[in-house]
């Protein structure tokens, strides 16, 4: 079992937050105060050191970084795993997202809902497998940050390389993506 880098407990599937694409009905959070790097610099720390704690054949992929996002695919970039800083609720979310059509994303996910009792016992029950907005799905989870920086970069990095190792073999099962 992979270790846990964050040591602690996620928001995913803690019913805080939207689900489904059904929009939150709660009263509103206040924002957090996130300080430290700017999120560009963090986005562009994260890249480095994946391909860093990733094995040489699976470094070689696309990253595209915009709006706190951070997309990396091995192929079709509508299947792209995925690291978004939120900085006004105090969270960044690492997962692997399915936005292509309606069919391949139905069909993604219920190839991975399939595997989730393995997808929790390597990555972490933290892990949530959903289907979410406008079809799309993914495997995602949240972690509740207050500062951006060297430190959250590292354990950033491993929890979204041990995702791309765990994951991508079973995505490649049913060729969601080409083999690096």
Do not use: C
């Amino acid at each position: 079992m992979m270790r846990d880098p964050f040591g602690g407990r996620s928001l995913a599937g803690s019913g805080r937050g939207p689900r489904n694409g059904l929009a939150n009905t709660r009263r509103p959070q206040p924002p957090v105060k996130v300080t430290g790097w700017t999120v560009a610099k963090f986005l562009d720390e994260v890249v480095e050191r994946t391909r860093g704690f990733l094995p040489p054949e699976r470094r070689d992929f696309a990253d595209v970084r915009h709006w706190g996002l951070l997309k990396l695919s091995y192929g079709d970039p509508q299947i792209h795993y995925e690291v978004g800083v939120r900085k006004r609720t105090g969270r960044v979310e690492v997962g692997l997202h399915f936005e292509a059509d309606h069919a391949t994303n139905a069909a993604l996910l219920q190839h991975f809902d399939d595997h989730v009792i393995p997808i929790k016992a390597t990555l972490g029950e933290r892990f949530e497998v959903e289907a979410w907005d406008r079809g799309w799905a993914r495997i995602y989870t949240l972690v509740p940050v207050t500062r951006l920086d060297d430190d959250l970069a590292d354990r950033t990095a491993e929890l979204l390389s041990d995702a791309i190792d765990f994951l991508q073999p079973i995505l490649e099962e049913v060729g969601g993506e080409p083999k690096p």
